[in-house]
């Protein structure tokens, strides 16, 4: 996974990082690494939930994921935002549903830094179903 590739390319002090600052995170929130942490791009991590079939609130709580990942890209002065489909991936969301919900976050946010806003798909169909729904 990601997180795996991340803590091998920028090392210990990341894991140190996590392990000192994000103690029993709560689904929805979005933390930001550091820009002294490694000379790569701005790192945001969010704390997505899984999907249980829409009965522990999971759509809400993804949508507000999105929504604070947009507010703190903003806060540190990030212009180019690139984010994986969050939830559609190993967090089981059905595909539509988590485009949805991203799409009706980047539609509704207030942009004031950033200019571009990239969702990075694994597949076709996720990609294909965010193009569908950011054109409807």
Same mark, same amino acid.
């Given at each position: 996974?990601?997180?795996?590739?991340?803590?091998?390319?920028?090392?210990?002090?990341?894991?140190?990082?996590?392990?000192?600052?994000?103690?029993?995170?709560?689904?929805?929130?979005?933390?930001?690494?550091?820009?002294?942490?490694?000379?790569?791009?701005?790192?945001?991590?969010?704390?997505?939930?899984?999907?249980?079939?829409?009965?522990?609130?999971?759509?809400?709580?993804?949508?507000?994921?999105?929504?604070?990942?947009?507010?703190?890209?903003?806060?540190?002065?990030?212009?180019?935002? $690139?984010?994986?489909?969050?939830?559609?991936?190993?967090?089981?969301?059905?595909?539509?549903?988590?485009?949805?919900?991203?799409?009706?976050?980047?539609?509704?946010?207030?942009?004031?830094?950033?200019?571009?806003?990239?969702?990075?798909?694994?597949?076709?169909?996720?990609?294909? $179903?965010?193009?569908?729904?950011?054109?409807?």
């Amino acid at each position: 996974p990601i997180n795996s590739l991340l803590l091998r390319e920028v090392g210990q002090k990341l894991d140190d990082y996590i392990l000192e600052h994000i103690i029993a995170p709560k689904r929805g929130t979005v933390f930001a690494v550091p820009a002294n942490m490694w000379d790569g791009p701005r790192l945001l991590f969010a704390v997505v939930p899984k999907w249980d079939g829409g009965m522990d609130d999971e759509e809400r709580v993804l949508k507000q994921c999105f929504k604070n990942s947009l507010l703190m890209a903003e806060k540190e002065g990030i212009k180019v935002l $690139a984010m994986p489909a969050l939830g559609a991936g190993r967090k089981d969301f059905p595909v539509r549903k988590a485009g949805r919900l991203v799409i009706n976050a980047i539609r509704n946010h207030k942009f004031q830094n950033i200019e571009e806003v990239r969702i990075v798909c694994k597949t076709r169909e996720m990609m294909e $179903a965010y193009q569908e729904l950011s054109t409807a």
